[in-house]
């Protein structure tokens, strides 16, 4: 069974630039989170979907940031116009709705803004 | 949500046990306590979950007492590839939010 995967892997953009981030979560896993590691810092929730609907956004820093589950399956993450704070690791989980408690991680997805 | 309070770091020696500690206090009933591992350039692993008393896998064990106020990740014979950080999260399947984690450090 496929895990969860990010794309990319690594992106390095400019200020004022936009980076799209993208989460492919387990089959069938109608949850699915993003959370964030700035250097340093310890892993902060951003948001977190059901299916397509956002359940809980509380943890998304700003407008900049946009997130979208179209069809409940993958998700992406955009950073618009992205700044230097953003920098840092987005790592992206999924879980059952019903079931073991477990999220699945992905490898993450290392963002440098320069 | 329930705020979990751990040690920031522990050093072990290898084939030693290790006990790591969390504190919830303020648990809801609601709530269940899993523990990730997460190894430098990768996403966190769960290690185990569990609601009360005591739960064992393959990799470790989780002591909860009564109260639930706490609880305990026991690594038996750690190696030198147990180094990691250790996460400690309180919340149901739909939202568990990460602290800042114990880095330990196994030593030959």
């Known amino acids: 069974e496929a895990g969860v995967t990010q794309f990319p892997s690594h992106s390095v953009i400019e200020k004022g630039q936009t980076v799209t981030l993208r989460c492919d979560p387990i089959s069938g896993h109608d949850n699915l989170y993003w959370y964030r590691r700035v250097m340093g810092k310890e892993i902060k929730f951003l948001l977190h979907f059901v299916k397509e609907s956002k359940q809980d956004e509380s943890g998304m820093p700003n407008n900049r940031f946009l997130a979208e589950r179209t069809g409940g399956t993958y998700s992406t993450l955009k950073v618009q116009p992205a700044e230097l704070e953003d920098s840092g690791v987005y790592f992206c989980a999924s879980s059952q709705l019903q079931g073991p408690h477990e999220q699945y991680f992905g490898p993450g997805t290392r963002l440098t803004v320069t | 949500l329930a705020k979990t309070t751990q040690p920031i770091s522990m050093d072990s020696y290898e084939g030693q046990e290790v006990n790591i500690t969390c504190s919830h206090n303020n648990i809801a009933t609601n709530d269940y306590i899993t523990w990730y591992q997460q190894f430098p350039s990768q996403g966190p692993r769960f290690i185990i979950q569990?609601?009360?008393t005591k739960v064992t896998n393959e990799v470790a064990s989780l002591f909860i007492p009564a109260d639930r106020k706490s609880s305990t990740l026991s690594l038996p014979r750690v190696s030198l590839s147990d180094t990691a950080v250790y996460y400690c999260l309180v919340g149901d399947n739909n939202d568990m939010r990460f602290g800042a984690g114990t880095r330990l450090t196994v030593k030959p």
């Open positions: 569990g609601y009360k």
